[in-house]
């Protein structure tokens, strides 16, 4: 070969090199939850704005689990990113069951998505209008060892009410509020995201309502507990249930490996937050995520890729 050929020949080698480097393509995973819920749903529009506006990155929704599948997928980095609840996240980071024997520290936070809302359901005219008012009530209380069960647990025991005061009924949302219509409980507990269809569908066939939790008592118990905030349902949200309701709520999370990069983060915060429109086009939740409630009830420590971003736009200091 002679010189001129074997210099032509380097040089084709490095340009397509330095193409192929250009047209990288980094491939990633988001860890969601099961396609009828709204984990799955959501977390895909995430992914499809992550690919459509940070250049070479290919980011997946994966249907999984939910909460506690996807921080084990993250401890062993078999994804970048996952959604969750705050208060599981929490629990896990802290090392509190099921991860009492290997806490997920490799996670880190980035938003706080759409509050999962916990309703406290009654019949009109039960003459219920409080939390304090369960006292010596059949109550649904959530299935057992459930996100709902021993959140509701902590909101009774804050208003001085235990399983010894009522008569709890392990029972899911399905199962709750049918106990509600054939009146065999005389509370049902919901934790979602708002409208839930369970609380949707007990108000088309029942004069519902709300429970009120005690506002003094409330601030003063959040004060020590990071993944719950107090929430407003609005008034309207349901059929008949007109007034604002106050109560508290544990968001969804979106949430990373420690180990991704700053840059990687930060450019996919950008993306969300500056095409919430397609968020919110995709799902009914996906209007709940804005930037004033990012960072509300963010129970684990910020990725510095998000907190480059709030410090950009002035949400923290």
Same mark, same amino acid.
């Given at each position: 070969m002679g010189i001129r050929k074997g210099v032509a020949l380097l040089l084709v080698v490095a340009l397509l090199g330095i193409a192929g480097a250009a047209g990288a393509v980094e491939r990633l995973s988001l860890a969601t939850g099961g396609t009828a819920g709204t984990y799955y749903p959501i977390g895909s529009a995430i992914a499809s704005i992550v690919m459509k506006h940070v250049p070479g990155v290919e980011l997946t929704a994966e249907s999984t689990g939910a909460s506690v599948a996807n921080l084990r997928m993250l401890q062993n980095k078999r994804v970048e990113f996952m959604?969750?609840?705050?208060?599981?996240?929490?629990?896990?980071?802290?090392?509190?069951?099921?991860?009492?024997?290997?806490?997920?520290?490799? =996670? *880190?936070?980035?938003?706080?998505?759409?509050?999962?809302?916990?309703?406290?359901?009654?019949? %009109?005219? +039960?003459?219920? %209008?409080?939390?304090?008012?369960? %006292?010596?009530?059949?109550?649904?209380?959530?299935?057992?060892? +459930?996100g709902t069960e021993r959140t509701a647990n902590m909101v009774l025991e804050a208003h001085g009410i235990t399983y010894d005061d009522l008569d709890e009924q392990f029972l899911n949302f399905?199962?709750?509020?049918?106990?509600?219509?054939? *009146?065999?409980?005389?509370?049902?507990?919901?934790?979602?995201?708002?409208?839930?269809?369970?609380?949707?569908?007990?108000?088309?066939?029942?004069?519902?309502?709300?429970?009120?939790?005690?506002?003094?008592?409330?601030? $003063?118990?959040?004060? /020590?507990?990071?993944?719950?905030?107090? &929430?407003?349902?609005?008034?309207?949200?349901?059929?008949?249930?007109?007034?604002?309701?106050?109560?508290?709520?544990?968001?969804a999370i979106l949430s990373a490996e420690a180990d991704v990069s700053e840059d990687?983060?930060? @450019?996919?915060? $950008?993306? =969300? &937050?500056? @095409?919430? /429109?397609?968020?919110?086009?995709?799902?009914?939740?996906? *209007?709940?995520?804005?930037?004033?409630?990012?960072?509300?009830?963010?129970? =684990?420590?910020l990725h510095p890729g998000a907190e480059k971003f709030y410090k950009m736009v002035g949400l923290i200091k």
């Amino acid at each position: 070969m002679g010189i001129r050929k074997g210099v032509a020949l380097l040089l084709v080698v490095a340009l397509l090199g330095i193409a192929g480097a250009a047209g990288a393509v980094e491939r990633l995973s988001l860890a969601t939850g099961g396609t009828a819920g709204t984990y799955y749903p959501i977390g895909s529009a995430i992914a499809s704005i992550v690919m459509k506006h940070v250049p070479g990155v290919e980011l997946t929704a994966e249907s999984t689990g939910a909460s506690v599948a996807n921080l084990r997928m993250l401890q062993n980095k078999r994804v970048e990113f996952m959604m969750g609840a705050s208060n599981t996240s929490w629990g896990a980071y802290e090392g509190h069951a099921p991860f009492e024997d290997a806490p997920v520290k490799n =996670i *880190r936070g980035m938003v706080s998505l759409y509050p999962e809302v916990f309703q406290f359901i009654v019949m %009109k005219g +039960s003459g219920l %209008k409080t939390i304090s008012d369960l %006292k010596g009530k059949k109550v649904a209380v959530g299935a057992p060892g +459930s996100g709902t069960e021993r959140t509701a647990n902590m909101v009774l025991e804050a208003h001085g009410i235990t399983y010894d005061d009522l008569d709890e009924q392990f029972l899911n949302f399905g199962e709750a509020v049918t106990a509600l219509k054939d *009146r065999l409980v005389d509370c049902a507990i919901v934790g979602a995201g708002i409208p839930t269809s369970a609380v949707v569908d007990a108000s088309t066939s029942l004069d519902v309502e709300l429970l009120q939790v005690d506002k003094a008592v409330m601030e $003063k118990f959040l004060a /020590d507990i990071p993944y719950l905030a107090l &929430f407003v349902v609005p008034g309207g949200t349901y059929r008949g249930v007109a007034e604002d309701v106050l109560t508290v709520a544990s968001p969804a999370i979106l949430s990373a490996e420690a180990d991704v990069s700053e840059d990687l983060v930060f @450019n996919v915060m $950008k993306a =969300i &937050f500056e @095409n919430l /429109d397609e968020l919110a086009a995709a799902h009914a939740q996906g *209007r709940m995520v804005k930037l004033e409630t990012a960072l509300s009830a963010m129970s =684990i420590p910020l990725h510095p890729g998000a907190e480059k971003f709030y410090k950009m736009v002035g949400l923290i200091k």
